[in-house]
C-alpha cells in the first residue's frame, strides 16, 4: 500500500467513526524523510507532528512540510523552547508551568502568540510526562498570565492497550475534562482541540470526541527503530 492508499483508508475510517464532525488526521512523520512525509501532505494529511527538535529542524531545511501546518508532539526540553516558538504552528506536548512560562517569554520576545495543547498524563503513568488531572485547573489559571500563548486544548497518550478498545476508558475521561474546562473561563484558553488517538485506536478515540488524532504508522507503514540513517 502507498502512502497515499493508506491516507486515503484512515481517512474513510475517521469519516466513518466520526459521522460528520470534523477532525484532523496528523501524521506522525518521526523517523520518516521528507520525501515520505511530502507524500502524506500531497495525499491531503491535514498537518504535519514531529516528536525530536532536531529532526524537525532538519527534514524543515529540507522542505518537508511545505503547504502543511506544523506540530511538535514529543516532549520537549527546556532548553529546545527556542528552536520551536513562532516555526511550529502548534506545540501539542506542553507538560509543565516552567514551559508555558519558557515558551510565553520566547514567543513575546518574537512578537507571535505560540499555540500550545497542554498534555495530560491520564493514565497517571510515572514514567509519561504531562500534567495531573488534578494539576490542571493551576496551569489553566496562570495560563492567563501569559498572554503570548494560547491554549487551544489538550492531548493525551493513553496507557499501551493490551486489548482492542483498552483505551477507550482513558479517552472518555479526557473528553469528560475537555468539556469541562470549555465551560469555565479562563484567560488566554479556548478547548479548540482535543488530540489523542493512535494507528491503533483512533476511531475509538473519535468516538470520544478526539477532533485531532496523530497517526504514524498506518500512515508510513512501521518504524524501523533498528535502523537510523
Ligand atoms: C509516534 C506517535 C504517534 C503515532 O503513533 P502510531 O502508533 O505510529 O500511529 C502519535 N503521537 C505521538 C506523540 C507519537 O509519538
Do not use: W
Amino acid at each position: 500500500m502507498s502512502i497515499a492508499e493508506n491516507v486515503a483508508a484512515i481517512r474513510a475510517r475517521i469519516d466513518a467513526a466520526a459521522q460528520g464532525r470534523r477532525v484532523l488526521l496528523v501524521a506522525a512523520s518521526k523517523m520518516n524523510d521528507a520525501a515520505a512525509v511530502r507524500e502524506a501532505i500531497a495525499a491531503g494529511v491535514d498537518a504535519c507532528g514531529e516528536n525530536r527538535v532536531q529532526e524537525l529542524l532538519e527534514k524543515n531545511a529540507q522542505g518537508a512540510y511545505a503547504g502543511a501546518p506544523l506540530h511538535f508532539i514529543g516532549h520537549l526540553q527546556k532548553n529546545k523552547v527556542k528552536y520551536l516558538v513562532g516555526t511550529v504552528d502548534l506545540i501539542e506536548s506542553v507538560d509543565s508551568v516552567e514551559l508555558l512560562r519558557m515558551i510565553d517569554a520566547r514567543a513575546r520576545k518574537l512578537g507571535v502568540t505560540q499555540d500550545v495543547l497542554l498534555e495530560v498524563n491520564i493514565g497517571g503513568e510515572a514514567a509519561k510526562s504531562g500534567f495531573e488531572p488534578s494539576a490542571l485547573p493551576e496551569a489553566l489559571e496562570i495560563s492567563g498570565e501569559f498572554s503570548s500563548l494560547k491554549v487551544r486544548g489538550l492531548m493525551a497518550i493513553p496507557p499501551v492497550a493490551e486489548a482492542s478498545g483498552a483505551s477507550r476508558p482513558y479517552f472518555a475521561r479526557m473528553r469528560e475534562l475537555f468539556i469541562d474546562i470549555g465551560a469555565k473561563k479562563y484567560d488566554n484558553v479556548s478547548m479548540d482541540f482535543l488530540s489523542m488517538g493512535m494507528s491503533g485506536d483512533f476511531e475509538d478515540a473519535i468516538r470520544e470526541s478526539a477532533n485531532v488524532v496523530r497517526v504514524g504508522s498506518a500512515i508510513f507503514g512501521p518504524r524501523n527503530y533498528g535502523e537510523r540513517t
